[in-house]
């Protein structure tokens, strides 16, 4: 590989992006969870949810704190490193980051300090209002740059100001900008992810502290209000993955080509579930698929072609190997999301979950896949869209800042990487921290006797009776 300037630029922009993606989907998951746990405690008046609030929304902040730092260092870089693709996508996305600034960040950080430090110094209801409000800004946030990112992807509501080096992309219509082909799917898949990281790592932290027995009590209310999410969230993921299928196959079809190792267009069209693609032999090594399946998902047939990598330029393909084995992971977690889920609602049913010591182990290692899930699938989706920065009108080697020099950007790079990795590491340590620390103390028994079933959830958080229900 040239590591040219262009290619370090986009080696940094990763390594930026990827490390700041670690805690969005994360702080929106738990930002959702957190309404829902301090819901539960305003309609029950019981303390063990508001136990549970105030440990997760430490969690939260600490999350929230870490991704609002790695995410201003991100976009300066459009303007360092990608001085061409400022100039030229800077009118559209201006109206977005704006709309980012003025409907989420002044949302979340104008009720940030009411969730950390306002329990004892306004009413249940403000404080709830607040936890609502910071939810709701965390999902703007992710509105406007899903939006931002769709457009790249899919443009629309636009018109070309200028020629050559000059042109740049200008907004004719707001809305068709926003609502572009591929933004409302895009937003639906994001939000679901987040849902999956977050819930997962509610079960896995309360799964741990059951397996340990300590917090039976609110470790079991948490868990099952993390499972009700999680499957919400990974049942959901089957809709919105095979929507944005048929969105790619529509606008991006060389994307979808690289998704699924497609080098020759052909009658029934499998549905790849593994393999190893080869340029050079222009197929799929060792590849497994379903014949046909493809083809029926697009089209509802068996028969009809699926446009392959023949049909499009060789200097317009995206890097395949890639592309196939980001694509082909995402699917696979996606699908283990769904059966561990109901898997776990069917054990809960029958009050067995919380007496199968293995399967809170599971839980407990399973939550770094969501993370995984969510990485490969950015990987995918912008891998997937080379050699193009903004679709059919910007070519990625014709966006970077001409006048950055090759050492500069390793320099840059080198500084990144390293605090970046002091920050995760500073991150796990206060993670640890807090884990160990746990909720607040509650008593011998949590209050679990004082307090009987009193609504569904309550009631079905209790159904496995066992060894990890001790404390």
Not at 287 to 312: E, I, K, R
Request: aromatic fraction near 14%.
């Amino acid at each position: 590989m040239d590591l040219d300037v262009a290619m370090l630029s986009r080696i940094q922009f990763a390594v930026t992006v990827m490390f700041h993606y670690l805690y969005p989907p994360l702080s929106i998951g738990l930002g959702v969870i957190l309404v829902v746990m301090e819901g539960m405690f305003l309609k029950t008046n019981n303390p063990v949810y508001e136990a549970m609030t105030k440990f997760w929304v430490k969690i939260f902040g600490l999350s929230f704190a870490i991704g609002v730092a790695s995410g201003i260092v991100m976009e300066f870089q459009f303007g360092t490193n990608w001085s061409n693709y400022s100039r030229f996508v800077g009118d559209v996305f201006g109206s977005a980051l704006a709309a980012e600034g003025i409907f989420a960040f002044f949302l979340e950080s104008g009720f940030l300090a009411i969730l950390l430090f306002g329990w004892d110094k306004v009413s249940r209801r403000t404080h709830f209002f607040a936890t609502l409000m910071v939810c709701l800004g965390s999902i703007f946030s992710a509105v406007w740059i899903v939006v931002a990112n769709s457009w790249q992807q899919t443009p629309a509501g636009f018109h070309i100001v200028g020629t050559g080096a000059a042109a740049r992309a200008e907004i004719t219509s707001f809305a068709s900008m926003v609502f572009n082909p591929s933004s409302v799917v895009r937003l639906s898949h994001v939000l679901l992810g987040a849902l999956i990281q977050g819930s997962f790592f509610v079960m896995s932290v309360t799964a741990y502290y059951l397996l340990k027995g300590r917090h039976g009590n609110l470790a079991r209310r948490a868990f099952v209000i993390g499972l009700l999410v999680a499957t919400l969230g990974a049942l959901g993921q089957l809709v919105t993955g095979d929507w944005s299928a048929r969105v790619v196959a529509r606008h991006q079809p060389a994307k979808l080509a690289a998704f699924e190792g497609i080098y020759q267009t052909r009658p029934s069209t499998p549905l790849s579930l593994f393999g190893i693609p080869s340029d050079a032999e222009g197929r799929v090594k060792f590849g497994v698929g379903l014949p046909g399946m493809l083809s029926f998902m697009l089209y509802g047939n068996t028969t009809t072609p699926v446009p392959g990598l023949d049909q499009v330029p060789s200097a317009d393909r995206p890097p395949v190997q890639i592309s196939f084995q980001a694509y082909h992971l995402m699917v696979a977690l996606g699908t283990y999301y769904v059966a561990l889920t109901l898997f776990a609602l069917i054990m809960l049913w029958r009050r067995k979950l919380f007496d199968q010591r293995w399967l809170m182990w599971v839980f407990v290692f399973s939550v770094v896949f969501p993370f995984v899930t969510n990485e490969v699938g950015w990987i995918a989706a912008e891998v997937g869209r080379q050699p193009w920065s903004v679709w059919g009108l910007l070519r990625t080697a014709d966006s970077f800042s001409p006048v950055v020099r090759r050492g500069e950007v390793i320099a840059s790079l080198t500084m990144f990487t390293l605090v970046y990795t002091l920050l995760f590491l500073l991150f796990l340590w206060v993670l640890d921290r807090r884990i160990k620390e746990g909720p607040e103390a509650m008593g011998p028994d949590e209050l679990e006797p004082h307090h009987p079933p009193d609504d569904f959830l309550d009631a079905i958080s209790r159904r496995g009776k066992s060894q990890f229900g001790q404390v």
